[in-house]
């Protein structure tokens, strides 16, 4: 179990930094106030996509 929440650890790095690489890329784009907006609504959605994901891992404990 241990080997395989390592393993999944780096397809979720590789999520991450290209999300936050194409968001960053919206900067220069962008007025500050809504970049951060996004960045407001990105945190919203990974929150809200993350505590979805509470129940099935809750019944993976030992």
């Known amino acids: 179990m241990t080997a395989t929440m390592i ?3 780096f ?3 590789f999520a ?3 999300l936050a690489g194409l ?3 919206t900067w220069n784009l ?3 106030g809504p970049y951060f907006a996004l960045m407001g609504m990105v ?3 990974s929150f809200l ?3 979805l994901l509470v129940r099935p891992f809750r019944k ?3």
């Open 49 to 51: 996509g993350l505590s």
């Open 30 to 32: 962008m007025s500050p």
């Open 7 to 9: 393993a999944a650890w």
């Open 43 to 45: 945190a919203s959605a």
């Open 23 to 25: 968001v960053g890329s």
């Open 16 to 18: 991450g930094n290209l």
């Open 60 to 62: 993976l404990e030992v």
């Open 11 to 13: 397809p979720a790095a």
